[in-house]
């Protein structure tokens, strides 16, 4: 189906572990994001991808890795999972231009 | 201070009445901008985008002031089925594309 699909849906993994979020779009988007929403908080940007190949870091980075081999693919790394980084996890799309943004059903990821 | 500022409440309003929040959003190189809806913590939605002119759709109007950088949301009739969070959302093409949120508004619509 086309859309923008995150897995895993939940996860939940110890202290120290790696941990792989992935996103995957349809509609071959050139933007990608990945956000945290901590419970009672907004949106915070943590990478984002304006192409294949090219990532950028945005507001909260650290403890996180991305990569962007493939348009429609873009996967966000938890290096060493910390407790700090439970949260729930949206990746969101867009297309060129100054459109709207269109996410993922999130992944909430806890860390024990 | 934040790119894109909004007050996050809580509204608390009856059925019925008439609603307002404002965003206000520091670059004035913003070119593209957008309300959302994110209910309980699933992913935000659009609700709709912001024209210059000012842009209605059934009981939401949304207005832009390029001036004063903010942007509102009015609802009329408020149903108990807005009860929700409300993000503005900017796009400055300065700022290498991406969409900038704000942390939300939450209205609680009661019977």
Redesign the interface.
Known sequence: DAGITQSPRYKITETGRQVTLMCHQTWSHS?M?W?R?D?G???R?IY?S?AADIT?K?EVPDGYVVSRSKTENFPLTLESATRSQTS?Y?C?S?GQG?????????TRLTVV | RKEVEQDPGPFNVPEGATVAFNCTYSNSAS??F?WYRQDC??????LM?VYSSGNEDGRFTAQLNRASQYISLLIRDSKLSDSATY?C?V?A?TN?????????TTLTVKP
């Open positions: 933007y994001f956000y929403q419970l908080h907004g949106l940007l984002y304006a950028d945005g729930v949206f969101a867009r100054n459109t709207e943004a269109f996410f993922g059903q999130g | 070119q593209s957008f913590r699933k992913e935000p939605k659009l985008s993000l959302v796009i093409n290498a594309g991406k969409s900038t949120f704000g942390d939300g």
